[in-house]
Structure formats: C-alpha cells, structure tokens
C-alpha cells in the first residue's frame, strides 16, 4: 500500500516559483523563442502575410526550397566519444581573417519592409556579435549609411550586374570608400524568379494601400505605424520603384552577362571577389579560372529557378574541383547551428544565412536577429560537443553522411 499524506507548506514553496517574464512585449516574445522555427511562427504572427511571404516563399512550387531543407533533415551524423570537448573551437579563417563563428549574415532585398529599422538593425547585430553581414544592391538603407551605423562591423557588398555599367561601377566604388571588405557579384538572377506567393498577394514594394492590405492592416497595427511614421520605403541605390519584384529585376538586371564580365569587375574590386549563385561544378571551375576568389553554391534560397540543384548536395564535388584554388560558401535552407556544422564539415569554408536571421529581424527588430545569432551560435557549439569535435578544423566528411 502506497502511504498518502498531504504536502507540508516548507515542501510545497520551492514549486512555486512562478518565471518572471520580461516587461518589454518584444522582450516577452523572443523570450519564448528557442528555435528559428519558434522565431519564424513569431514573425508570421506580427508581420503582414504579403510581407511574411515574401521572405517565407520561393519560386513557383518552391520545391527547390524543400529540397534545400530536407537535404539538411537527410544529414545523419558519425559522433566521436570519450573526446574532450569542454571547450570548443568554432572559428573558421575566411580571406585570412579569423572568424569567431563559420557563417555570415546574407545580404537581403526590402529588408525596411520587414522590419522599419531594417538593414541598420542587422548591421548592429553582426557588430555585437562580431559576424560579417552583407548589404544587398536591393537594400533600403545605403551603403553609407549601413557603414556608419555599424562602423566596427564586417561588411560586404552584394552586388547585381546591372544594364547600367557606369550605375554598377559607382556602386562598387562606393562600396569600397566605405570599407566594406569583399565583393559579392550574384549570378542566378538574369530576369527575376516566378514568386507565386508575391503574385497572389499582390505584393508591390513600397506595399500599396488597398482594401487588402488596409484588412491586414487592421490586424498588424504596430507593422503599418512604423512602415507609415518612419521615412518611407525606398531602394538606398537607386530611384523609387513602384511595382512587383519580378518586374523590378527584368528592368534593371542585365541578362548578357557573360563569364567576360568578371574579368573588368576583377579589374574594378581591389579585394576579394566572390560569385554568388554557383549551381555546376563547371560553373564553379569557370568562376575562379576568370579571377573569383570565391563561389558561394547557392540557389537563391529557392527564389530563382525552381526545381535547382540542392547546394548541401552539390558542395562536396565543388569542394573537389576548386577548393584548393579558392574559398567556397554555401547557402539556402539552413534553419539551425546543426546544418551549419553538417555543410562545415562537407567542405564549406562558412555559410550565409538569410531566412533565419530576417524571421529573427521580423520577430523583434535587431534583438530578433541577435536572438537568432544566439540560438545558432548555441546550437553550433552544442553540436560539436555532442560529436565529439573540439575544434570546426578537425570536422571532415567522415563526421556526416546523407541517407
């Protein structure tokens, strides 16, 4: 027989010790934020569904995109035990610099239209977390501007090859005067991707006011007083557009770009060079034949050419062809520290992050993304541990397999 007797005062007390949560509504939110996937339902809850869908959607049936996520799922890892893992190493040397972390906030289109302090707020994240962070051609705060908000920051420039040469070169100039470190040239958008999501919510940017949108308005009211209170939305390197992405991209990118045009880009960009949407081994081979310092082996997070090679598949051949000759990056799909490890240990030099840190960005301004560095830093660190790998130099291929 199992003895009942009721709880004295003294047993209970110790129970009952309620969680202070934080006073700050934004504070509160994040404090319940312990994945990206918990950072993503929060952004889809406080942002616009034209604007969450944006960042959250890919092209046409996004299957790109799944593919690009369910190639991280498929990583098994081969952990090591009895090693000393304490303490981790999990700095990774990029352009001979040492980085504290393996990976860089990705550059990002509109980025104001997620969040109204926009790319200023990401820039103050990777400086307080002493990541690189590279500001997109299509940004909504200008190359000046990010520099000197952030001037102890990492930066790079990402650039699209424009129709306007003499517009590109400005750019590239006034990128370098800035002191950003590393040029970004982006390849797989000769016209604009096929965003259905876009297309069906009639997303235009700056975001037009319609009985549409006012209703969802209505439902995002902190959203539409900051969007509509602070200066208004625009493109920082260019004049103001009004109309679709797509539209947008068939306007003003140049789709006779050949491998020839890297060779004056070379000329034009006294530091490292690095192409951004290498989806062939052959490409990659090309790229540093003709001056590249580095191919990042991306498909645009799914956003271009639907149904494109998956990158975490594709990396070790490229790793193969060209890894002795120039860095190679690796982007789209990663959600967690984990598919970091997994792509770091494929062969990637770092990776770029962008989805993940904008949910972060959404959720809650620049402690979103610093939310967002804090549970990929955690989750990195975590998993080295767990596999037995004190240092981010000794992972190699024998560490994962893709069932």
């Known amino acids: 027989m199992v003895r009942r007797q009721l709880p004295r005062w003294s047993e209970l007390r110790p129970l009952l010790q309620p969680r202070r949560l ?56 081969h952990p090591s035990v009895l090693r000393d893992v304490g303490t981790v190493d999990t700095g990774t040397t990029v352009f001979g610099r040492r980085w504290a ?113 006012v209703l969802d308005g209505a439902m995002h009211p902190s959203w539409w007083f900051n969007l509509l209170t602070t200066e208004p939305l625009s493109f920082a390197t260019f004049q103001q557009w009004n109309g679709t992405v797509a539209e947008l991209a068939n306007t003003i990118f140049d789709p006779t770009v050949t491998f020839e045009d890297l060779r004056w880009m070379r000329d034009a960009w006294p530091g490292p060079l690095m192409i951004k949407g290498i989806q062939s081994v052959a490409d990659a081979r090309a790229c540093v034949d003709h001056g590249a310092d580095a191919v990042i ?41 984990a598919d970091i490890v997994a792509a770091q240990a494929l062969g990637a030099t770092a990776c770029l992050v962008g989805r993940a840190y904008l949910y972060g960005l959404m959720a809650g301004g620049q402690r979103g993304v610093q939310r967002a560095i804090t549970i990929l830093t955690e989750e990195i660190t975590r998993t080295l541990q767990l596999l037995g790998v004190p240092s981010i130099d000794e992972l190699d291929r024998g560490h994962v397999s893709l069932r």
């Open 22 to 77: 934080p006073r700050n509504p934004v504070e509160r939110r994040l404090a319940k934020a312990h994945t990206i996937a918990d950072l993503r339902a929060i952004a889809r809850r406080v942002t616009p569904r034209a604007v969450f869908d944006y960042t959250d959607g890919a092209a046409e049936t996004e299957i790109s995109l799944r593919r690009a996520r369910e190639s991280f799922q498929n990583v098994e890892f």
């Open 101 to 213: 972390w393996p990976f860089a906030l990705a550059p990002t289109g509109f980025t104001r239209m997620m969040h109204h302090e926009g790319e200023r707020a990401v820039a103050r994240a990777a400086q307080h977390a002493d990541l690189t962070y590279a500001l997109s051609t299509m940004g909504t705060t200008s190359i000046e501007a990010v520099a000197d908000e952030a001037p102890d920051a990492h930066k790079w420039f990402q650039l699209y090859v424009w129709r306007d040469r003499d517009a590109g070169l400005e750019l590239i100039e006034r990128a370098r005067k800035a002191g950003y470190e590393a040029l970004l040239l982006t390849v797989d958008s000769a016209v604009g991707g096929a965003r259905m999501r876009d297309v069906r919510n009639g997303l235009t940017i700056p975001p037009r006011l319609t009985p549409k949108t």
């Open 297 to 337: 082996v991306s498909n645009h997070g799914g956003r271009q050419l639907d149904r494109a090679p998956t990158p975490l598949e594709l990396l070790p051949s490229i790793v193969d062809a060209v890894g002795d000759r120039a860095d190679v990056f690796l982007d789209t799909g990663i959600s967690s520290g």
